[in-house]
Every structure is written in C-alpha cells, then in structure tokens.
C-alpha cells in the first residue's frame, strides 16, 4: 500500500501542533509572532505562546510567568560595551550577536545568569539582555534559537 502525505497549508499561533511524518509523530511549538519598535525601527521576533510582553517597563521585554524562576529577553536603544572575551554567533538571518554570560546572583529559584549583549541587523544594533534562572542548570543562551527570528519591519 503506498504512503499518502497530506499536506496543508497552516496559520496557527500559540498552538502545540502533532505532526505525522509517516513513520513518527513530533511534536512542535508553533511561535508566536511579536511586534515591537526601539526608537525610529519595527522589529519583530517569534517566541513561544508562553512569552507576554510586559508593558509595565521601559523598555521591550518579554517574560515567562513562571513563578519562582525567573526568564526574560530584553531589548534596548542602549548597547552595553562588552569588555574583555565575548562570544559572537552569526544569525540566520544574517545579523551578529555580540554577547557574554555573567551569574548575577541567587535566589529562591536557584543561579541567575544573564546573557548580555547586542545585534547588529540590517545595519541597526540594539542591546539585548536574557535571564534565567534554575537550581540545577540556568541557561541564558536559550534565547539564541529565537534571535534567528529576529527581523527589522
């Protein structure tokens, strides 16, 4: 018997998703899509449907609601200097991420580590700054999958 595909053209947002490969089933996040502006620039980024922006801050963030744990992104006009070893990764995209990784400090939730830094896209740079946080394993570079989604409006 010959295997059918089915194929279907999908606009969800914020929906887990069950997809048949034939063989398999995985199991897929679909991102949601966020518009944002940093001075005279529209950005926009997809994260997962569990990220809100928080609109009490002056800046951009967007944060889980986790409780006793603590994971945000952050973006910014003002770009920190990054003195000293830093990393640098280039996104898919084609922007540059200049970052490095501090622990910042420790609470009821475990290490705080921060990922800090800045992009260079489409000839803008904005600063950016993730959190985590974790009694076992806090891991800041969780935001990098997401930055390839990063895009200039």
Known sequence: MAKRRLTLPVALIGLTVLVSTGCAQ???TVLVQHQFAIGDRSFSISLPPEFQRNPNVPFVEFRTPRERTDRYLRFTAEIPSLEGSHNQIRLRQGGKLRF???TSGVGSGGTEVELFGFIVLDSKTIGINAHDQDEFSPNPKWCIEYL???RVK
């Open 148 to 150: 390839h989604t990063l």
């Open 26 to 28: 995985e199991v897929r």
């Open 100 to 102: 490095s990784v501090i």
